[in-house]
């Protein structure tokens, strides 16, 4: 897969390929990164790509042939993108289910902002517009190394263990269950005796519920009734009961 972003700051991308799965997957020509500036397009000698909005008011706003220009460009790579996203607060809130639709692309573009954003009429000529959560951060170039992150994840070979993402949370719908590693006990606290069972029923059973507690608990928007066992569903109202005796 290829993933190329636009940003007015390519420094501040590139060392964060420079590390870790990113790097690994990159050198494994299992993903390829280009990133490239967009203040290639600026047409001017001080590299200026923003102008003051019409209507006036605070900020400026990034010119509309700048990104057109970069569009353009990318548009000629071979293979071209089959997805261009714009990283905007305005745009669709990112889920799983966007990164699992973006990581079946063999090419997205990814154009980060600055300032108040690009130009409306440039805005129109993406496929999409994303934002990675209702805050506004100083420019997209975190956003576009979220949506990268994200999606390389899935890719197949990146992850060392093929499956592991299929149980993280969103993806099974629920949250993640609680995780424990050595030592057995810590500060008093032991791990739950089931997880040193050895009886792998016992085990998926015990972290489907917790998955499902803690989901329940934290996000119960996310719990679609349908998705779950006759057993599951009793067993949540079965908690949710007791809880709200607790809480009497
Ligand atoms: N005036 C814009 C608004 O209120 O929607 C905010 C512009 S923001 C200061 C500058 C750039 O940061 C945006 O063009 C976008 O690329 C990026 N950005 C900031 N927050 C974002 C978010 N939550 N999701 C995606 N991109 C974001």
Not at 114 to 135: K, N, T, V
Not at 162 to 174: P, V
Not at 205 to 225: M, N
């Amino acid at each position: 897969m290829i993933v190329t972003i636009y940003t007015l700051f390519p420094n501040l991308v590139e060392p964060y390929l420079q590390e870790a799965i990113l790097a690994r997957a990159i050198h494994e020509g299992k993903l390829t990164v280009q990133i490239r500036d967009l203040r290639r397009f600026a047409g001017n000698a001080s590299g200026r790509v923003d102008d003051a909005p019409y209507g006036g008011g605070a900020g400026m706003v990034i010119r509309p042939d700048v990104v057109t220009a970069a569009l353009n460009e990318v548009t000629q790579d071979e293979p071209p993108p089959n997805e261009t996203v714009l990283l905007t607060p305005a745009g669709e809130r990112a889920t799983q289910r966007t990164m699992e639709d973006l990581a079946t692309q063999t090419h997205i573009c990814l154009v980060a902002g600055r300032y108040e954003g690009f130009d409306a009429r440039a805005e129109s000529r993406f496929d999409r517009h994303l934002s990675i959560g209702d805050y506004v951060l100083m420019g997209g170039e975190l956003p576009a190394l979220v949506v990268l992150e994200a999606v390389a994840r899935l890719l197949p070979g990146v992850l060392g263990d093929e499956d592991s993402h299929r149980h993280d949370s969103f993806s099974t719908g629920l949250l993640d269950h609680p995780q424990y590693t050595r030592p057995a006990v810590f500060e008093g606290e032991a791990v739950p005796d089931v997880l040193t069972s050895g009886h792998h029923a016992n085990v998926a059973q015990w972290r489907r519920r917790t998955a499902l507690e803690r989901t329940a608990k934290v996000r119960p928007d996310l719990i679609d009734p349908k998705k779950l066992t006759p057993d599951e569903r009793a067993w949540l109202t079965a908690l949710q009961h007791n809880n709200n005796e607790d809480d009497a």
